[in-house]
């Protein structure tokens, strides 16, 4: 009954390759996000969609494409990875995206470029 | 730009005693406000929300915080530390003003630390 899921929860490759991250939740809300935290846990969110459509989308390189093939799924391409995209990844979502509504997010998916 | 800052990056306490964890915030029109949890290779999870009701907010796990205007902070307390809750704690402020789309701006955590 997990509400937020993403796959792997560890992602380990080198440099130059191409990787994709999926997230699902079953919790019936129709905005996602994805956030990156580094080494130091500092969070910050790369993208947000809301009922499959893009709505932020915060200055991150065009190595990174979001995909949202319907409103339980958001997934993360991303190619030609380099040494700074080590980081963990998380998937959130909300119900509709006023302030009051709390963020719900996966366990994350470490990855580790070689 | 909405911002929130936690004035401590580590906090050690021992098992029993209360818990202070400290945010102040910065906004230009009345903030929405999280404090979150994240346990060692978990995602975070809310522990209370502020949205401009009750100034105190009960949260889960004995955890509460209190809305200061005056003072801009969203200090996070409970009564009575347990070893379980030794994690990484994030207050967060919601910021649409860009976009009109709610994006979280995470304070940078502080580690709580507890000992037997």
């Known amino acids: 009954d997990t509400a937020v899921s993403q796959t792997p929860k560890y992602l380990v490759t080198q440099m130059g390759n191409d990787k994709s991250i999926k997230c699902e939740q079953n919790l019936g809300h129709d905005t996602m996000y994805w956030y990156k935290q580094d080494s130091k846990k500092f969070l910050k969110i790369m993208f947000s969609y809301n009922n499959k459509e893009l709505i932020i989308n915060e200055t991150v390189p065009n190595r990174f494409s979001p995909k949202s093939p319907d409103k339980a799924h958001l997934n993360l391409h991303i190619n030609s990875l380099e040494l700074g995209d080590s980081a963990v990844y998380f998937c959130?979502?909300?119900?509709?995206?006023?302030?009051?509504?709390?963020?719900?997010f996966g366990d994350g998916t470490r990855l580790s470029i070689l | 730009a909405q911002s929130v800052t936690q004035l401590d990056s580590h906090v050690s306490v021992s098992e029993g005693t209360p818990v202070l964890l400290r945010c102040n915030y910065s906004?230009?029109?009345?903030?929405?406000l999280f404090w979150y949890v994240q346990h060692p290779n978990k995602g975070l999870q809310l522990l209370l929300k502020y949205t401009s009701a009750a100034t105190l907010v009960k949260g889960i796990n004995g955890f509460e915080a209190e809305f200061k205007k005056s003072e801009t902070s969203f200090h996070l307390t409970k009564p009575s530390a347990h070893m379980s809750d030794a994690a990484e704690y994030f207050c967060?402020?919601?910021?649409?003003?860009?976009?009109?789309?709610?994006?979280?701006?995470f304070g940078t955590g502080t580690r709580l630390l507890v000992s037997p």
């Open positions: 959130a979502s909300s119900k509709g995206d006023r302030d009051n509504q709390p963020q719900h």
């Open positions: 967060v402020v919601s910021d649409r003003r860009n976009t009109g789309f709610q994006k979280l701006v």
């Open positions: 906004s230009s029109y009345s903030p929405s």
